[in-house]
């Protein structure tokens, strides 16, 4: 199986601030990378597909980009409704697998 | 507007079995693979399994493969989640899933998903 490796697993900052969540593939997934948003107690909310294409509706602040095995989620200007948690997903091949998260805090 | 509603959670004995519905509106839902993916309490997402638009492939996590079966029904717009021999490990919030796009197998996402329901498996 892939394994996925999110890092930092907790991220503090502030509103207005620039971060990136990096994501790690234990083999070569090209650009067959997705992100999710998750608020707690909600179901997941789709956000990049193909490593790098935002899904509609997704706000120009969060972009992401790589291939390979590395892959990096940005979000360029933290909002307060941003501070939420964040996972990466290989879709390269079954079984699908999920990063075990990153939890944005202020 | 796409729209996922699970049902069917609840309490259950290790060992015990649940099925597990998604019923499916605003969309074509006969086009799309579908999937079902838990989160343990506190712990992060899990996929479990994937079923293609007709029902004729399917792929499952090793941690539930000869317990867990995925089925749907065209006609109902609906997807299910048949589970036995439930151990405690499998405590978790339910969502389905849908592809984001057609024909794709993994599609590139899981674009829209249920509110999930809640099993529990204790003694």
């Known amino acids: 199986d892939i394994q996925l490796t999110q890092s930092p697993s907790f991220l503090s900052a502030s509103v207005g601030d620039r971060v990136t969540i990096t994501c790690r593939a234990s083999?070569?997934?090209?650009?067959?990378l997705a992100w999710y948003q998750q608020k707690p107690g909600k179901a997941p909310k789709f956000l990049i597909y193909?490593?790098?294409t935002l899904e509609t509706g997704v706000p120009s602040r969060f972009s992401g980009s790589g291939s390979g095995t590395e892959f990096t989620l940005t979000i360029s200007s933290l909002q307060a409704e941003d501070f939420e948690t964040y996972y990466c997903?290989?879709?390269?091949?079954?079984?699908?697998?999920f990063g075990q998260g990153t939890r944005l805090e202020i | 507007q796409e729209h996922l509603v699970e049902s069917g959670g609840g309490v259950v004995q290790p060992g015990g079995s649940l099925r597990l519905s998604c019923a499916a509106s605003?969309?074509?839902?006969?086009?799309?693979?579908m999937h079902w993916v838990r989160q343990a309490p506190g712990k992060g997402l899990e996929w479990v399994a994937f079923t293609r638009y007709d029902g004729s492939n399917k792929y499952y996590a090793d941690s539930v493969k000869g317990r867990f079966t995925i089925s749907r029904d065209n006609s109902k717009n609906t997807l299910y989640l048949q589970m036995k021999s439930l151990r405690p490990e499998d405590t978790a919030v339910y969502y389905c899933?849908?592809?984001?796009?057609?024909?794709?197998?993994?599609?590139?996402?899981?674009?829209?998903w249920g509110q999930g329901t809640l099993v529990t498996v204790s003694s």
């Open positions: 083999q070569d997934i090209s650009s067959y």
């Open positions: 899933a849908k592809d984001n796009f057609v024909g794709w197998e993994p599609a590139p996402g899981f674009d829209y």
């Open positions: 997903q290989q879709l390269k091949t079954y079984p699908v697998t």
């Open positions: 193909g490593a790098s």
């Open positions: 605003g969309f074509t839902f006969n086009n799309y693979g």
